[in-house]
């Protein structure tokens, strides 16, 4: 059986209360092999370290989201360091720039209100980029409509971090910009869904060298669970699009992206 990692997923969210053992095995028995849990906030990150020293499938990446960078507290590197000296924290993240939504969409918020969130989103990217350079680690990006601040905040880090631009959703041009500066993207279920051609499109020319998979559960789950609770075992679904798309096998597929996401994470070598 084709092994898979899923890169990128949120195994300590509510969703999962319930039932985590069970996904963990399912994920197993789909050849999931290993899964990288992603931490969103201080509390996030330290839940998914515990979740790490559970499952030993399980690894963790730590770090603040860009949504929620109005709450970070000023300073969080000496938390970060802590955590990265972990052998199972294999990534900072995930961090990075989201200008999707601002805060003036809503009437009772003001353009430099929107300047305010930009420059604290910046301020907690900037810290966790410092962190990953100083432990030598690399960073998982959350990117929204922040394609070019983030390469620029990226680029005095050049040569030292690398980033991974999750939920690729972007097109061609763009996964080019991002695999020059020698990051990497990757891809999620929504590679699946009937109405991504131009995303299958942009898969289709990402070298099999630069690209992982992860689902992003508990969001984005794969046609034919699409609007379902996501879990790390759909993975496989992912997987099977992907090697049609790009014409390899299972086989082929899983040996690239394995060995891709054990370069840029070589923790999860162990
Ligand atoms: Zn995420």
Same mark, same amino acid.
Request: with cysteine; aromatic share 6%; charged share 20%.
């Given at each position: 059986m084709a092994v898979f990692y899923d890169t990128h997923a949120h195994l300590d969210y509510p969703d999962y209360t319930d039932d985590l053992p069970q996904v963990i095995q399912r994920a197993e028995?789909?050849?999931?092999?290993?899964?990288?849990?992603?931490g969103t906030d201080l509390e996030s990150s330290a839940r998914a370290v515990k979740l790490a020293e559970i499952y030993p499938s399980v690894f963790a990446a730590v770090g603040w989201h860009p949504s929620r960078a109005p709450e970070a507290p000023e300073d969080f590197r000496s938390q970060l360091r802590e955590? +990265?000296? *972990?052998?199972?924290?294999v990534a900072i993240g995930e961090t990075g720039l989201d200008y999707h939504h601002l805060p003036? #969409? %809503?009437? #009772?918020f003001t353009k430099s209100d929107d300047e305010q969130y930009q420059l604290k989103q910046a301020a907690v990217f900037r810290q966790q980029l410092e962190? $990953? +350079?100083?432990?030598?680690?690399?960073?998982?990006? *959350?990117?929204? &409509?922040?394609?070019?601040?983030?390469?620029?905040?990226?680029?005095? @880090?050049?040569?030292?971090?690398?980033?991974?631009? *999750?939920?690729?959703?972007? &097109?061609?041009?763009?996964?080019q910009r991002i695999v020059a500066?020698?990051?990497?993207?990757s891809f999620?279920?929504?590679?699946? @869904?009937?109405?991504?051609?131009?995303l299958r499109q942009t898969l289709a020319v990402t070298p099999l060298d630069q690209f992982m998979l992860e689902t992003d559960c508990p969001y984005l789950a794969p046609v034919p669970y699409r609007g379902k609770r996501c879990e790390p075992?759909?993975? %496989?679904?992912? $997987? #099977?699009? +992907?090697?049609?798309? %790009?014409?390899?096998?299972? &086989? #082929?597929?899983?040996r690239a992206t394995c060995a891709t996401a054990e370069k840029i994470f070589p923790r999860l070598c162990g």
């Open positions: 028995q789909a050849g999931i092999r290993k899964i990288i849990t992603i955590w +990265a000296r *972990h052998p199972k924290v003036s #969409e %809503k009437p #009772e962190v $990953a +350079a100083e432990v030598g680690l690399n960073c998982v990006i *959350h990117q929204r &409509d922040a394609l070019e601040p983030i390469l620029n905040q990226m680029e005095p @880090f050049l040569g030292r971090v690398r980033g991974v631009f *999750h939920c690729f959703a972007n &097109d061609a041009a763009a996964m500066r020698n990051s990497l993207v999620t279920g929504i590679v699946t @869904f009937k109405n991504a051609q131009n075992a759909y993975v %496989k679904e992912i $997987a #099977e699009l +992907a090697a049609q798309v %790009k014409g390899y096998s299972m &086989d #082929e597929l899983s």
